[in-house]
Structure formats: C-alpha cells, structure tokens
C-alpha cells in the first residue's frame, strides 16, 4: 500500500481517507439528486473524501478510487474484495454476508460476552474467533493507537480506586463511639417495669368483673 497519504505514528499508520469514511454516515437520500430513484447514498470517493455519494454522483468522480458501502443489521459493511486492495485488514475478523466476506465498519459493542468464549475485541469487547484481535475497522484504529494499551490500563486502575469502600477517619468513629455510649447509659437510666408480686395476683382476682344482663331480664310478664 505505500506510505503515500498516511497518518499517524508508527503503529497508526492510516490513509487520509480512512477516518472521514469511518465518520460518514450512509444510506441516506442525495440532496443532488433526490427527484431519482438511485439516489440512495451508499458510495464513498477515496480521494475526494467529500461524504456519501449515490451512483450517479459517480459520475463527477470517473478517474477516483471509489468503493461501495453495504449494510448488514442496520450496520455498514464493505467487501474484503473490494478493501483490501487499499487497506490492511489483518487481524480484523470478517463475516460471510450474502455469499460475500465483508468487514465491519464500525464497532458494535455487546452487553457481555456470550458463555465460552474465550477472545473478545480488544477495544469494544464483541466475541471473536481466536484468530482475530478487532471486531471492526475502527476498533483497529482504536486499539493500534501506540498509547491505547497505558490509557486502557489507567483506566481501570481509576475504575477500582472508585470501587474501593472509603474507610472513616478516627475523629468520626470516635464521635460515632461516644453517641453510642451515651445512648447506652441514657437507656440505662429509664426506670423499667417492676416485675408482678403476689400481692399484685390477690387485687387483680378481687376486681369484680363487668356485669352481664340476661337478654329477657327487662321483660315484665303480665299474667293473664
């Protein structure tokens, strides 16, 4: 491919056109030629850089490097035919789609690996087969970057100091200890409730209940 309008150090050495590409957003309608029924944009010019192109934008474009976006779960993809003639793909996994192997553009980020999988992405996480180390163009940008891996790893070391419990200094648990104790000995001084006598039993079996009328009790028979 030639070191010829690349960018980047010497583990990001990216063509000029390979981000803005990543940037674009495609399948959208041409505003040059919106009356048209091909006015989908789903090209892409390499020298350009201009944005989405639709087929008849191709036109203006006759003697560029032009490439054909595809979508696949409402994610754009682009054919490893087609790609790799002007980027170096390894290490990105590809996918059979349709009966064409296609590369992702983008990442798509899972909620957790699924069960037995044993390598993921190193940037978004996204299972892959053992032989691959990105799931998508831009996760290689992302993870060849010379200091992505120190970043990454400062990171997480940030992510366990907030997870790590913060301990009281010793003038709060000492405030702590003495409010405690006070409410200890407050407790103690509140009179309890003198345990029953048997003097206590004889008065509570002389209280005479309350009296109970028969339901007739005021009838008056008279006789007859």
Known sequence: MGGEGLEGGEE?????????????????????????????????CLDCTNGALCSL??????????IQIRRSSYH??????????VLDISGV???IINSARVVFLNERPQPRPGKGVTNTCEVCERSLLDSFRFCSLGCKIVGTASDYHSKKKHQK?????????VMGSDSEEESYTSTSD???????????TPPPTAASFRSVKRRKGIPHRAPFGSLILESF
């Open 57 to 66: 934008c191709l036109a203006h474009h006759r003697d560029h490097r032009a």
């Open 93 to 95: 996994q590809t996918y």
């Open 12 to 44: 990001g050495q990216w063509p000029t056109w390979l981000r803005p590409l990543l940037a674009t957003s495609f399948f959208v309608q041409c505003k040059v030629h919106a009356d048209s029924h091909k006015s989908e944009c789903n090209m892409y």
């Open 182 to 192: 006070r409410s200890n000995v407050t407790q103690s001084f509140t009179p309890s």
């Open 76 to 85: 754009d993809v682009i054919r490893v035919s087609e790609i790799q003639k």
């Open 157 to 165: 070391l940030q992510m366990k100091k907030k997870k790590k419990p």
